[in-house]
């Protein structure tokens, strides 16, 4: 569950202006959804290749594995007739906005269909009763962006909270959708700088990432802030070559 959006990002860290790498060429939606989370945590994920499991990764995956474990096929759009879709685990990609998705569940019926993502925890309270986090939110968009590259109407999205056993229905609508492309072109800028992003400040969203014995931002903010004699810059854990 993502924490309240009152973290900032400590911009007083200096960073190494790195060769600029060259990345995957197709940005997985499941890491946009950690980019808008955190950039740093997308770095370290997609760039420097490091993952570590956490308790909230451990406790659903059961939940994605009885879903990936009972795939349906999802008919191509110009064979989908008026026949109910109910289709799991779907992998799909987009040539127009180079991404890529593995879908928990596809409902409909004939073009018409609705990705589904299972996550852990709530949602959050809005002003109108419960809502998807922002990430959620960017990540369910890519989804649908993806169907409807492929032939597919999609108006809406649903994340499913496992820890509430809620529906958050989330409506795709042109402003999301260009949220949520300006994510994606900030995170492909991100990924091929070379800069790891400065860590987030006194956020709660820290001790709940499974990368923070990685991350270290407490003590990345204090050395920030430490007098220098050296330029103080921050290395990639692995420089690329070349």
Known sequence: ???PRTDR??????????????????LPARLLNEFVYCPRLFFYEWVEG???ESAGTVAGAPRHEEVEGKA??????PEADDEPIHSRTVGLGSETY?????????EGAGGA???????????RDGDHGPEAWPADRAQLCAQALILRDNGYTCTEGIVYYNGTNQRVRVVMDNTLAEETLRAVTDARVVATSGRIPPPLVRSPKCPRCPLVSVCLPEKT???AAAPRVDSGEQLALFPKSG
Do not use: Q, T
């Not at 190494?16 to 995957?24: H, M």
């Not at 349906?72 to 759009?77: G, H, Q, R, S, T």
């Open 1 to 3: 569950m993502e924490g």
């Open 9 to 26: 990002h400590d911009r007083r860290l200096p960073r190494r202006a790195l060769p600029a790498v060259e990345g995957p060429e197709y």
């Open 50 to 52: 490091v993952f570590a």
């Open 72 to 77: 349906d096929p999802l008919p191509p759009a």
């Open 98 to 106: 180079k991404l890529v998705a593995r879908i928990d569940i596809v």
């Open 113 to 123: 269909v609705s990705p589904v993502d299972y996550k852990r925890g709530a949602p």
């Open 221 to 223: 903010a204090a050395s």
